[in-house]
């Protein structure tokens, strides 16, 4: 006769479980399914939450911007000013990130170079308006655009495993946008993904265009209101719902990963759509893949 375990023995395999739980099943299911462990996006939100999340097409590594050695000169003093917005995820404003003649140097020289802005859905990239209406131009690596890989990677504490990608300049015209998304695409246990995002303004001479965090909280304190959009549409303090005014000059800087490699669903973000103007972005992102040196030999 088949005899059934005994509840000592029950409770002592339960407790067996809990590591299994917390090492290896918990970090498979974040890894592999992000998306499960996002909260749902406020009703607060302009654009709804159907964008697939990411972008990056992970087929070939040459988004990356590979340290090659080739030599450049920065100008001696970076003038930029700090603003701690969140802790967690890890959210700083940076006033004054890149100059106006870097900026100017930067739009002058995509100013020939721009096609319409594509997404990814995982599968294919292909131009979707109703996702993302912009053009963006692939910067060539000069000695600005070097000086920008160099202030970025500084700015983080030369954190090993970290690669700057390949920039884009990315131009909004009247009602140009790009809906809610995350920056990052939960694929760290297939080799790497998007910790960080430098949203940099480098050019604003436009009305609406703003960058917009619908699950963060609109922090305490005046001084915020130079940099945020704090009237208008009846946003108060404690509130959920951030938007940045795009400012030339300035950036967003955020963490998309958390320590264990999880996206941080607070991260949800879109560009706002330009109402009047032009407003010209550039993405400095940092990919994150702790093989890759390993794996090329580098
Ligand atoms: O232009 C913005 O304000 C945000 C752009 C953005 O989120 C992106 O390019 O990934
Ligand atoms: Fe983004």
């Excluded at 930029?80 to 995820?89: A, F, G, K, Q, T």
């Excluded at 304190?221 to 005014?245: A, P, S």
């Excluded at 030339?248 to 996206?263: C, H, I, M, P, Q």
């Excluded at 706002?272 to 972005?281: A, L, R, S, W, Y």
């Amino acid at each position: 006769m088949v005899s059934l375990p005994k509840f000592s023995t029950l409770f002592t395999w339960a407790l067996y479980l809990i590591p299994v739980y917390i090492f290896v099943l918990d970090p498979l299911v974040r890894g592999f399914f992000p998306s499960l462990l996002a909260p749902p996006s406020g009703s607060d939100d302009l654009f709804d939450d159907s964008s697939a999340p990411g972008g990056i097409n992970l087929t070939d590594d040459s988004f990356i911007s590979p340290e090659d050695g080739v030599p450049f000169n920065c100008p001696s003093a970076e003038g930029y000013r700090v603003h701690l917005l969140s802790r967690e995820p890890l959210i700083i404003y940076i006033e004054n990130f890149i100059s106006e003649t870097e900026a100017n140097h930067i739009l002058d020289m995509s100013v020939n170079k721009y096609t319409p802005s594509i997404v990814y859905d995982g599968q294919t990239e292909r131009v979707d308006p109703n996702k993302r209406l912009s053009d963006r131009a692939l910067l060539d690596r000069d000695n600005t655009v070097r000086c920008l890989e160099d202030r970025a990677r500084a700015f983080q504490g030369w954190r090993p495993d970290l690669y700057i990608e390949r920039m884009w300049a990315q131009r909004y015209n009247a009602s140009g946008h790009y809906r809610h998304h995350y920056d990052w695409a939960g694929s760290l246990a297939r080799g790497g993904d998007r910790f960080s995002t430098f949203m940099v303004y480098l050019d604003a001479d436009c009305e609406g265009g703003g960058t917009n965090f619908p699950r963060l909280r609109m922090p305490d304190g005046e001084g915020w209101c130079r940099f945020l959009e704090c009237e208008g549409d009846g946003k108060g303090k404690g509130e959920m719902g951030v938007t940045f005014k795009p400012i030339k000059g300035n950036a967003v800087f955020w963490e998309n990963l958390r320590a264990d490699g999880t996206g941080y669903p607070e991260t949800w973000h879109a560009a706002f759509p330009v109402t009047k103007g032009t407003k010209v972005g550039l993405n400095v992102w940092s990919w994150y893949q702790p093989k890759r040196r390993n794996r090329l030999g580098r």
